[in-house]
């Protein structure tokens, strides 16, 4: 398959409490992805999926959470909490300047996972409509999950039995259990 969207754009907004969100930008239309990373990758570690999501018509947002990559840490290491650098008001007035009405949807692995979830229950209905899940962190209250979801995980992933919360979200959901033990993006590198 051809690659419409090779290079990513770079792309920063600011936080509430005046630090810089850095993220990679792919692709273009109406509709937006954000893609959140898990604890031991960053916004490049979403490169591939990224680029198919931009060929297949949408507006892609890889984000560095606060302390990783670039993008600047608060006051304590990593803080203010993850949640807010996925959905932020900034971030959700970066991808309406660049032609998206709404976010679609959040991809979400790990501690972007939880954090994507979170986001879900927090922000105003409406704002995120889909959602996948790698094998995510803890969510507040996954009976708020609205919209569609997917939960991703493998059988062999110890922490699949801490943090799964399928069970919990209403409907409409769908539970995807890969063979082997990745966690998180490398679910993607693995058979």
């Not at 604890?39 to 507006?59: C, N, V």
Request: proline share 8%; aromatic share 8%; no cysteine.
């Amino acid at each position: 398959m051809a690659t419409l969207f090779g290079a990513p754009q770079d792309a920063s907004f600011p936080t509430a409490d005046g630090r810089v969100v850095f993220s990679d930008l792919y692709g273009s239309g109406d509709r937006g992805v954000v893609l959140a990373h898990g604890m031991r990758f960053d916004k490049g570690s979403w490169k591939e999926q990224a680029i198919q999501l931009a060929d297949a018509g949408y507006l892609v947002l890889a984000i560095d959470f606060r302390g990783y990559g670039k993008s600047h840490a608060g006051p304590k290491s990593r803080s203010p909490p993850i949640t807010e650098t996925v959905f932020s008001p900034p971030s959700h007035r970066y991808l309406a300047a660049a032609r998206t009405s709404r976010y679609s949807s959040s991809y979400g692995a790990s501690m972007g996972g939880g954090a994507s979830a979170n986001a879900v229950v927090n922000a105003p209905p409406g704002t995120i409509d889909r959602l996948v899940l790698l094998v995510h962190a803890p969510i507040q209250n996954a009976g708020r999950l609205i919209g569609p979801k997917l939960f991703a995980t493998a059988k062999g992933d110890p922490i699949t039995p801490r943090v799964l919360q399928y069970a919990e979200a209403p409907e409409p959901k769908q539970l995807l259990t890969l063979d082997g033990n990745a966690h998180a993006q490398f679910l993607f590198t693995s058979d």
